[in-house]
């Protein structure tokens, strides 16, 4: 059964620093584009980053671009979203994503993202 766990969220002040880590299991992790996205609450989640198999193609939302990096082991199955620069705006829940994508540089629509993990809780306090 496909799984991905997420770790790395917590409770930090404007301006620090955290990483996120995603491992999926039971999923052949290295045919799969990945994804970052969050939900704040009464908010609509949204699209945060995402990967393609071979690192090739990265996708950052508008917000994020400069402050966050994400990148991909295909040998330890985990993707990763370091964050850095942390406003309370990125207050939320952050979810990774797996999506199949048959071309190794592709970069599938968000309604291709059918395996989730459970979510991490990022807390940015000003």
């Known amino acids: 059964q496909a799984r991905l766990v997420e770790s790395g969220g917590g409770f930090v002040q404007a301006g620090d620093s955290l990483r996120l880590s995603c491992t999926a299991s039971g999923l052949s992790f290295d045919l799969k584009a990945m994804g970052w996205f969050r939900q704040a609450p009464g908010k609509e989640r949204e699209r945060v980053s995402t990967?393609?198999?071979?690192?090739?193609?990265?996708f950052y939302r508008e917000s994020v671009k400069g402050r966050f990096t994400v990148s991909r082991d295909n040998a330890q199955n985990t993707v990763y979203l370091q964050m850095n620069s942390l406003k309370p705006d990125d207050t939320a829940t952050y979810y990774c994503?797996?999506?199949?994508?048959?071309?190794?540089?592709?970069?599938?629509?968000?309604?291709?993202?059918?395996?989730w993990g459970q979510g991490t809780q990022v807390t940015v306090s000003s």
């Open positions: 990967i393609s198999r071979d690192s090739r193609r990265t």
């Open positions: 994503a797996a999506a199949t994508a048959w071309n190794p540089e592709y970069l599938p629509p968000d309604s291709d993202y059918q395996v």
